[in-house]
DNA sequence: TAGCCGTGGCT
DNA sequence: TAGCCAAGGCT
């Protein structure tokens, strides 16, 4: 049994047979063209994806897709890229639309720095004229990291490209047998992916492993038996696919207390509004609509205060887990007994709440103060 | 470089 | 249930 695996030792030998000592048949290009092959008869119809064998798919939708599956799953970005693609066809489009706008559609999908940075990004192809088709020039992009940069140019460009995404670190993590813990195995991850990475087809490739990933080599009780790639894989020929890759434990997660205040009036047309704020552009939730509060962060509980003078009384508690911390949102409801001096300060239509694009956390507040429930 | 940054589904 | 996790990027 393999103890451990280091740089040193990465990649595998391979005697004359193609066969390791377990068994593992990585040599030549065999893995890939068994998974292409599984690939061709397997692979997920998805609205972002043209067919294998088919012409690439518009470098826009890959690009918007890639994006909004950033720690996304597929479900939760079918919708959103639905309604995307439909307000904004093209990359011209979207470069030319109001930066609120563009927010407010974003809100529910989370990670707002990828709508901030989407829009930054569509603007400088605009300038540009058309997307980069090179990895390089798709990496100097704003939102647009290793893995998006390798994808795009792989997918819609069918450029040669190493993508490693978490999917494939799991499958190759499992494929070779890599004991060294994530994120520490990294560069031996992208070392193997390299050595199984196909000269042709490298988007199919890349979304092949992808589909293995997400059906097949799963994280919790990979179905091996199913797996295309049983007959290259180490871990599955050890018996040990489950346990790998080796993740470095977590840290605990605080909670942290809060507080958010609804304040209305009846605005100049006679309709009840609520006070609203745009945060600032940086920092969680930066750059979307909120309802103002005090000052609660991933680093410490708020101060309590309210934005403003008023008397107030609790309308319950909203409690929102965040990536790295816990929060328990108390609810403020008042009447401001002043004029409002907050930054970002805007008044919204009580009766269209619900399209303000409000951040999830906002949104149960937002609901917890229609409703007048007490515990959401 | 390790911490920050959302959300909802699954086990 | 409470934790884990998803087609990561930025600083």
Known sequence: MQASSHPDDFPACHDESGADENGADKSGAGTADRLLAWYDRNARLLPWRSPPGTPAPDPYRVWLSEVMLQQTTVAAVGPYFDKFTRTWPTVHDLAAADDAVVMAAWAGLGYYARARNLLACARAVAALGAFPDTEEGLRALPGLGAYTAAAVAAIAFDRHAVVVDANVERVVARLFAIDTPLPAARPAIRAATATITPQRRAGDFAQAMMDLGATICTVKTPRCLLCPLRQDCRA???????????????????????????????????????????????????????????????????????????????????????????????????EALSAAKIAGAHWWPRDDVENAGLPTVFAKAARLALAGTQDI
Not at 265 to 274: L, Y
Not at 319 to 332: I, K, N, S
């Open 236 to 334: 599955a020929a050890e018996g040990r696919a489950e346990g790998l890759p080796v993740k470095a434990a977590k840290k605990a997660k605080p909670t942290r207390q809060g507080r958010a205040f609804w304040i209305e009036r009846i605005g100049p047309g006679g309709t009840a509004e609520v006070l609203m704020v745009t945060r600032p552009g940086k920092g969680m939730l930066g750059g979307m609509r909120a309802l103002p509060d005090d000052g609660w962060s991933a680093r410490g509980d708020g101060d309590g205060q309210a934005p403003l003078a008023g008397t107030w009384r609790s309308a319950g508690v909203v409690r929102h887990g965040f990536t790295h911390f816990d929060l328990e949102l108390q609810l403020m409801v008042g």
